[in-house]
């Protein structure tokens, strides 16, 4: 089987971060957010928090009003940051701060295309990469589409990391591997996120397909809730993915008015930190 096209991203955080994981033996754990949710200020204590509990990566999402991808939880967690003024500019200058302070952990801005359009391709590339973000998950742009956004950040030097699903077959899959880098994000069920969870058995023999045709790294994600899911996962995975059960830690710690409590940061990261305990069992 051959082998697809493969990208190279100069001084690459991502691609350092997975040559550590390697080297340790250890599987990595990718952490997701929504950019202000519930405020800008407090998504940026998150990120700084989140590191320090052992997130490897981290995944911000860029709110949008219709998500297509998205189950209830990341859905409610984009309307909180929307109704509290949350916009792709704010989100890319959360990152400033966090990068200002954190020069190794990688961020992955996740989300939808209709943003970045309305704010013009070539401004949002600019100021993403002057941000520190590190590449770019867009969940409606096929391969087909490439050059409207995957070409332009590949030359910004931004990762672009594709999605595939148990129905991507292998006909398809080179296709979806061309252009992509940094890793793969496997989606380990048919539906949205945050809906179920996959059987261990069943991702593993996927992984095993997916690694005939690319050396990349894989990371699944969709449905991983628990230590015990992630430990599984990371057996058969270069990385686990978590993000509802995230978002949902962070809905359970706000007020009766939707604000963030004292709590809401040590109660995200002990979650995390508890992910991150079942993935080093």
Request: net charge negative; proline share 5%; glycine share 8%.
């Amino acid at each position: 089987m051959s082998t697809a096209t493969s990208v190279q991203i100069a001084e690459s955080r991502v691609d350092a971060r997975f040559a550590e994981l390697k080297q340790e033996g250890r599987a990595g754990l990718v952490t997701f957010i929504t950019a202000g949710d519930p405020d800008a200020e407090t998504t940026y204590q998150l990120l700084r928090s989140l590191p320090e509990a052992g997130a490897d990566l981290i995944e911000v999402g860029m709110p949008f009003s219709d998500p297509m991808a998205d189950g209830p939880a990341i859905q409610a967690s984009s309307q909180r940051a929307l109704r509290n003024g949350i916009t792709l500019a704010k989100t890319l200058e959360i990152v400033r701060r966090f990068r200002a302070e954190d020069s190794k952990t990688p961020v992955i801005l996740m989300g939808y295309y209709n943003p970045i359009h309305h704010m013009g391709v070539e401004k949002f590339l600019t100021l993403a990469s002057e941000a520190g973000v590190d590449g770019l998950i867009i969940v409606d742009l096929p391969p087909e589409e490439d050059r409207e956004l995957c070409l332009p950040a590949i030359q910004a030097g931004l990762h672009w990391i594709r999605l595939a699903t148990p129905t991507t077959d292998d006909k398809r899959l080179p296709k979806v591997l061309e252009h992509t880098s940094g890793f793969l994000y496997y989606v380990s069920i048919l539906g949205i996120t945050g809906t179920r969870a996959a059987a261990t058995e069943e991702v593993g023999a996927a992984i095993e397909r997916i690694k005939r045709h690319s050396k990349l790294p894989v990371a699944v994600g969709f449905g991983i809730r628990t230590p015990e899911h992630a430990a599984a996962i990371g057996k058969v995975a270069d990385a686990a993915v978590v993000g509802s059960a995230i978002v949902e830690r962070i809905a359970e710690s706000l007020d009766d008015n939707g604000k963030a409590t004292a709590d809401l940061v040590d109660n995200v990261t002990e979650l995390v930190r508890n992910l991150r305990t079942g993935l080093d069992r």
